[in-house]
């Protein structure tokens, strides 16, 4: 079992900056894969960035690459996003999630376990 949780979120004009974290409790958290999605009100949940357990590979939704950069730190069980440029349609509630097996960076039900979200909310 892996119990996750973010924080970071806030409110912050557009061309700003965040960072995003993520504590994951439980064992092992180097041999999780870990995602970061959103989801804006009245839409589905879409990816952001997902890291591997290695820090080997990292992928990114393309409306997000050159702006954000997930890292992780398996010293401390953390998990980051750092998101700079925002614009407001990076507005959302973000979630970090753990996938412990087999591994679909981009599609959010392969993915085993989940926070409970922080918003993000971007003002023009």
């Known amino acids: 079992q892996v119990q996750l949780v973010e924080s970071g979120g806030g409110f912050v004009q557009a061309g700003g900056s965040l960072r995003l974290s993520c504590a994951a409790s439980?064992?092992?958290?180097?041999?999780?894969?870990m995602g970061w999605f959103r989801q804006a009100p009245g839409k589905e949940r879409e990816f952001v960035a997902a890291?591997?357990?290695?820090?080997?590979?990292?992928y990114y939704e393309d409306s997000v690459k050159g702006r954000f950069t997930i890292s992780r730190d398996n010293a401390k069980n953390t998990v980051f996003l750092q998101m700079n440029s925002l614009i407001p349609e990076d507005t959302a509630l973000y979630y970090c999630?753990?996938?412990?097996?087999?591994?679909?960076?981009?599609?959010?039900?392969?993915?085993?376990?989940w926070g409970q979200g922080t918003q993000v909310t971007v003002s023009s």
């Open positions: 439980g064992r092992a958290f180097a041999s999780y894969k």
């Open positions: 999630a753990a996938e412990g097996s087999t591994w679909y960076p981009r599609i959010p039900n392969k993915y085993d376990y």
């Open positions: 890291i591997s357990g290695d820090r080997r590979f990292t």
